[in-house]
């Protein structure tokens, strides 16, 4: 086995005495990653959430190298360059009308913290004091300060609990409970809060819950009657995880502001966007310099990130990515309908190129040590599967084929006799 043991580096999500070693890995291409030592693992989470094509697309690869022998990273404050502008441009024309600025930044929590910080300013600027964000029960929207403010309560989160400003909760839109969501939200628009921030479609921490594109449309229908910011966390599904290249596009919305990162550039580099129309970003002009958008990351809009980015859209464009998608959402119809009646599992679910299931056990929630047992089982196996509690869920890569998509499912029929209630 290639583990790294006896390392200094502090891995995320990580209790290190109960998992001590990590597989080192030393090459990555298509929907496989290769340790050192030569053993072979199925990317079935596209690891993490991040990679849309496969691992090291050729013509991402290829733009990062080209891009390389330009330039590194340049301030963006006063400077500007052309994969920045050129990017920001496309997304423009590619995202729903009304999206008509981009604020680069790293990563999903921080594209998240900066539309926050955007609805806050335009209140602000407006000369009206709103502060409060209403979310979604069992939300996930990243781990700094801000965004787990945002998101659900939990073990996570315990210790920072005093630093986490209170938000207004309103219940997940599961199947025949809409009206609940719906009533609760316009209720919290009545006080006037910011804004709404919301996962389309489909929550993905939480644990791939599922909810109808209507109740989508609904929720963003009640924010533009009071005058509440809509604010669409795409970080997870952009890129065609949902089957359209945006979730939103679903339900016909257009958000106020939207955030997208993890596949921007195809899961090569770090890149985010925050895009807003153009009353957010008015609301912050003035003589005053005080009315500026205070926000930075010293990498924003890293010019070799831009290019994986365009090239990544130029991959798109070709029409083949969108193909993909689709025949992987049938070839995920047809396994997940295998355990449609299954009584080992509950609430066999896919949206998109995502399946999930609840594997009935004793335990529940995410610190259950079934999800370790079930990753060990998974990971012996050859496969990459990173179990959310007894939540077992499918994320691949849009290049994995039939043969190695039934390599996971017969793992995962495995698993439920290992380790299911029986
Ligand atoms: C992953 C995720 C984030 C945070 O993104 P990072 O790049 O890990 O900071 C935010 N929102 C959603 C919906 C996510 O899935």
């Known amino acids: 086995m290639s583990f790294v043991t006896d390392s200094p580096v502090w891995r995320p999500f990580t209790q290190h005495a109960l998992q001590p070693d990590a597989f080192k890995i030393a090459r990555a291409e298509g929907a496989w990653l290769e340790a050192e030592d030569g053993k072979r693992f199925l990317d079935a989470i596209s690891s993490w959430w991040v990679i849309t094509h496969g691992h090291r697309h050729p013509a991402i690869m290829q733009a990062i190298r080209e891009e390389t022998e330009r330039l590194d990273q340049i301030i963006f404050a006063g400077f500007t360059h052309e994969p920045a502008e050129a990017l920001a441009r496309r997304l423009v024309t590619l995202t729903a009308p009304g999206l008509d600025y981009v604020f680069y930044s790293d990563s999903g929590s921080t594209c998240v913290e900066v539309a926050i ?3 806050l300013g335009f209140w602000r600027n407006r000369g009206e004091a709103r502060t409060r964000v209403v979310a979604l029960e069992h939300g996930y929207h990243g781990d700094t300060i801000g965004t787990m403010s945002a998101g659900a309560r939990s073990p996570f989160n315990a210790p920072y609990e005093p630093l986490l400003y209170e938000v207004t909760r309103i219940p997940f839109p599961s199947r025949g409970r809409e009206q609940v969501t719906l009533d609760a939200l316009e209720r919290a628009c009545r006080d006037k809060p910011a804004a709404l921030l919301v996962e389309p479609l489909i929550l993905g921490a939480g644990g791939m819950l599922i909810y109808g ?32 290249f945006f979730a939103c596009e679903q339900a016909d919305v257009i958000p106020d502001i939207a ?32 009315r ?36 992987l959402c049938d070839m995920q119809a047809t396994r997940i309908a295998r355990f449609a009646d299954d009584a080992r599992f509950s609430n066999a679910r896919r949206l998109g190129i995502i399946t999930a299931l609840d594997l009935n056990v004793a335990q529940s929630g ?34 994995v084929e039939d043969a190695e998509l039934d390599l996971v499912y017969d793992a995962i029929s495995e698993a439920a006799d290992r380790f299911g209630r029986g």
């Not at 370790?372 to 509690?389: A, I, Q, S, T, Y």
């Open 213 to 244: 594109a209507d109740t989508l449309g609904e929720m963003r229908r009640i924010c533009a009657h009071h005058d509440v910011l809509f604010i669409a966390d795409e970080v997870m599904t952009g890129f065609g995880r949902t089957g359209t």
């Open 292 to 327: 500026a958008f205070f926000h930075s990351s010293s990498y924003t809009a890293n010019p070799i990130a831009c290019a994986a980015a365009l090239a990544n859209l130029d991959v798109w464009a070709t029409g083949e990515p969108a193909a993909r998608v689709a025949a």
């Open 366 to 399: 995410y610190l259950a040590s079934v999800s370790l047992d079930l990753m060990r089982f998974f990971n012996e196996r050859g496969l990459l599967l990173r179990p959310l509690g007894p939540t077992i869920y499918v994320f691949p890569p849009y290049c």
């Open 259 to 290: 955030c997208y990162a993890k596949g921007l550039t195809g899961g090569a580099l770090p890149l985010a966007v925050t895009m807003c129309k153009s009353e957010i970003f008015e609301a912050h002009l003035s003589q005053d310099r005080a």
């Open 117 to 119: 910080k955007m609805a």
